[in-house]
């Protein structure tokens, strides 16, 4: 993580390995790993799981409720409330 702007980063060890990661904001993102959905308010500086779904490979919120996410195999899951439920 950065706080100011790149010039310094910090790295955050993570309990799993992402494949896919979308950030709305400055602070909300979401992380998609092999084993779940995981969430940040706080740009990426501590992460919280919230799904179990599996195959995930790309995720996308148009606003911090609603977004998708797609996988395998041929999968799409929609959520409408930030993800705590797909």
Known sequence: VTSDGGETWT??????VGVALFFLN???GWMAT???IWVTEEAG???RKLKGLKGVR??????AQRGW?????????ETVDGGKNW
């Open 26 to 28: 400055e602070s909300l």
């Open 34 to 36: 092999d084993r779940g």
């Open 45 to 47: 500086r501590s992460w």
């Open 11 to 16: 790295r955050v060890p993570l309990k799993e």
């Open 69 to 77: 996410a797609v996988g395998t195999p041929k999968a799409v899951w």
């Open 58 to 63: 790309d995720l996308h919120f148009a606003d």
